[in-house]
């Protein structure tokens, strides 16, 4: 089965193949075959991507998919209000289908503006009946996801056993895959830490860990547990010297920019990671407070760090969401650019909409004027999933309703007003 995406402004997000401005895109069995100026391919389905901008699927790489019936909820709170809310008040009423009608809802939406890969961050109830619809939501989604098991959240049990019974649900290379969302020795213990660590290792597992406090990177690598599988989320506030041991793990940064800016963790380090030899991405982290698109995430980090140093281009947050977030996750090989013989995660961004229209730089347009609206097409894995501006095969009326009646019963359980009063008290 082969595609062609015919005639679009071709943005691949490898240096070694660059922009075409007009060019082709060959899809052969799901996986790109070919990029250049002209393809011929008869038998191939034709998508014409005239004015279009063919560019790579977006990745995100940390977001608790779970609150996605509260979305817009928290757009005033600050972080300690937020987990009053979430975790303090409606977590405890978050039944399995919540969770699964919440993360499918979710996804779908991070797909819908064009996020081919997601890591979603489990971090709601831990049964495995809530474990399990998770998962069922995420393989319910036509993409690639990450299920990210925030293992023993908010506890310092051992939870070895179920990282392996999760594991042995998703093998590796799945359409989902799984991660481990590990707490650090600010949660639990180090030797809780280390024995996490060694089992991730050996169930082949990414790591992602919240930062929130100096002292806890440099803890990690005195006890030699900083390895490159790991990606911290934040770090908002450490020094030079942690980002550098971070940097020499080969480890990873998350940054999500809205959440910190309005909810009180401290500039975005995106500058200073740069600086210190890391590559950033960047990640929603929260819907209740920040909306769920990569393209107002980039514009926030690009407009903070301008703002303080005026430091870097269009161009390199365009790669912190493709190509540098795919290597965070371990995917570097198979997704984040138009490289012959990755998947085919490929979306195509109108450029004839009147809010990007006339695109002359289109690195530049994308970050500074793109929005979810100009997303017409998203191909995952070669197989398209929107198209003209919609999702395919997807009943979305029967979901809305489904994720309102979510909403309202986990809030009339919860005892918590929907109509704007709603302020939690940390
Ligand atoms: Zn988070």
Not at 111 to 124: E, Q
Not at 151 to 178: E, F, K, P, Y
Not at 303 to 322: C, I, M, P, V, Y
Request: hydrophobic fraction near 45%.
């Amino acid at each position: 089965m082969k595609t062609l995406l015919s005639g679009g402004t071709v943005v691949t997000m490898d240096p070694a193949i660059g922009d075409l401005a007009r060019g082709d895109l060959l899809i052969e069995n799901g996986v790109i075959a070919a990029v250049a100026e002209h393809i011929d391919a008869p038998d191939a389905d034709i998508i014409d991507a005239a004015d279009r901008i063919v560019m790579p699927g977006f990745i995100d790489n940390h977001r608790h998919t779970w609150q996605t019936a509260f979305r817009g909820a928290g757009s005033d709170w600050t972080f300690p209000q937020w987990a009053a809310a979430m975790h303090g008040t409606v977590k405890p009423h978050y039944t399995p289908e919540d969770v699964y009608t919440g993360t499918l809802l979710g996804r779908l939406e991070a797909l819908h503006s064009g996020v081919t890969t997601l890591l979603d961050w489990y971090h709601v109830a831990q049964t495995h009946a809530h474990e399990d619809a998770a998962v069922a939501a995420l393989n319910d989604a036509p993409a690639r996801s990450v299920f990210c098991l925030g293992a023993g959240w908010g506890t310092d049990q051992a939870v070895d056993d179920d990282i392996r019974r999760v594991r042995s649900h998703l093998a590796a290379g799945g359409r989902t895959d799984m991660a481990l969302g590990m707490r650090g020795p600010d949660a639990t213990s180090i030797e809780t830490v280390a024995r996490e660590l060694k089992l991730a290792q050996e169930l082949g597992l990414r790591i992602s860990l919240h930062i929130e406090a100096s002292g806890t990177i440099a803890q990690l690598h005195e006890h030699g547990l900083l390895h490159e599988t790991i990606t911290a989320v934040h770090a908002n506030g450490i020094g030079d010297e942690e980002l550098r041991m971070l940097a020499d793990a080969g480890a990873s940064i998350s940054i999500s920019p809205d959440v910190e800016l309005k909810m009180g963790f401290g500039a975005p380090m995106t500058g200073q990671a740069l600086a210190a030899g890391l590559r950033p991405t960047l990640s929603i982290d929260d819907v209740p407070s920040a909306g769920g698109d990569v393209f107002s995430t980039m514009r926030t980090a690009f407009a903070q760090q301008r703002g303080l140093d005026g430091s870097l281009r269009s161009r390199d947050l365009l790669e912190f969401t493709t190509i540098d977030a795919a290597a965070s996750l371990g995917l570097a090989s198979r997704t984040g650019s138009l490289t012959p013989g990755k998947s085919a995660d490929v979306i195509l961004l109108r450029t004839d909409d009147l809010t990007i229209f006339p695109v002359t730089d289109p690195a530049g347009s994308i970050v500074s004027a793109g929005h979810p609206g100009l997303v017409d097409t998203v191909l995952a894995a070669g197989r398209v999933v929107k198209r003209n501006g919609s999702l395919v095969g997807v009943d979305l009326p029967a979901l809305r309703t489904r994720l309102l009646a979510s909403r309202d019963r986990v809030a009339a359980a919860a005892g918590v007003p929907l109509d704007g009063t709603w302020q939690p008290q940390p």
